[in-house]
């Protein structure tokens, strides 16, 4: 079913995803189609099948299809919602230290070009509980929080927040909220009416396992009006007026390859029929992996597992015993962790692993998806008690 490298114990689904063999190949479909005849494609086919997929998409993430646009990536929905916020100097832009450092660098760049400020609030790990979150993130809250950028699941922590509270409480103290769900689709069940955030970001090359490049900007209709795309096109002077001018513009910004989004109807059936409970059986399923994974590294490094299971969905962080970090691990930062390339060269182990400023320290994350195996993490543990100077069984 998947086209991952059997010479690969693959443990990071969390930063690219990966995409099921009969995913890809609905994508050559689509991309045979557009090829046959490029301008019957883009002029008279495209609208409709995107209009389809649309529907299919707001049923699974809960919401008004009218309500949904596609961006490439959740980096490019957090960018969008940014460029659009009419800022004031003095105003203040709240986010948390486990943000994704691209979004945050998002917001810094808002920040700067209006006089703005960026405002993190620490939120520790470990934790006990997803209060701590809210108190540490309603607590940064001052009369200038004019906008807050919210993770749905931490990047570096692979924490579940708690959305629905923050939400209400950062709009009970006027601020308008930004959850960014990179994770969110496929990873923990979505109803985003219910949630009510003023936007939500969230990408299906993660955890639906659709082709890179397939993610989406929850827009509801009372912030349409003030959202423009990143890309102004033709939508800017279109005078249709069977669409709005919010649809027109997002649905095109120029020639692209639309095939990932194209296939994100079969991605999210090929995923449900892994099991047969369908998605939620997918997700439960990932999850209890995920904690199994936590429970028997935490054992073998001699660590205390760092946050609730109630806050743990498809990824598990820990941390590494000895607070000495490498270089970051995320694309852009300049290299990967000494420790993560040992664990690929010499035990063919993907895994990430980075320092993360906020608590000063060195994580490993793991991710459980449908082609993980308790073994893999019995695999990582080995190569850890080998490689990871200071961990209990290195010592044991
Ligand atoms: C919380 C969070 N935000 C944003 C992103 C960026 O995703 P993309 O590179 O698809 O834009 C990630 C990627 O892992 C993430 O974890």
Known sequence: MWTLDPAITFLNHGSFGACPTAVLEEQSRWRARLEAEPVRFFMRELEPAMDAVRTRLGAFVGCDPEELVWVSNATTGVNTVLRSL?????????????????????????????????????????????????????????????????????????????????????????????????????MVPLDLRALGADWYTGNLHKWVCAPKGAGFLHVPRARQ?????????????????????????????????????????????????????????VMEKNRALALEARALLARSLGVKVPAPEEM????????????????????????????????????????????????????????????????????????LGKEAPGSASNQG
């Open 312 to 383: 743990i969905g498809a990824l598990a962080a820990l941390p590494l015993p000895g607070r000495e970090a490498g270089p970051g691990a995320l694309p852009g930062s300049g290299g990967l962790d000494p420790l993560q390339n040992r664990l690929f060269e010499e035990h063919q182990i993907e895994v990430p692993v980075f320092a993360w400023p906020g608590g000063g320290q060195r994580l490993i994350r793991v991710a459980a998806q449908r082609y993980n195996r308790r073994a893999d993490y019995e695999r990582l543990a080995r190569a």
């Open 86 to 186: 009419r800022l004031k100097p003095g105003d203040e832009l709240l986010t948390t230290d486990h943000g994704y450092n691209a979004c945050t660098n998002a917001l810094a760049f808002a920040a700067d070009q209006a006089q703005a400020k960026v405002v993190v609030a620490a939120v520790p790990f470990p934790l006990a509980s997803a209060d701590e979150v809210t108190r540490a993130v309603l607590g940064a809250v001052t009369p200038h929080t004019r906008f807050a950028l919210i993770d749905h699941i931490t990047s570096p922590t692979g924490l579940i927040f708690p959305v629905e509270a923050l939400t209400r409480g950062l709009q009970a103290r006027g601020v308008e909220v930004m959850i960014d769900g990179a994770h969110g689709p496929g």
């Open 225 to 281: 009006a003030a959202l423009r795309p990143l890309v102004i096109s033709h939508g800017a002077n279109a005078t249709r007026t069977d669409r709005s001018r919010f649809r027109v513009e997002f649905d095109w910004t120029g020639t692209a390859d639309p095939t990932p989004w194209l296939s994100v109807p079969q991605a999210l059936a090929t995923l449900e029929q892994c099991e047969p409970g369908g998605w939620p059986e």
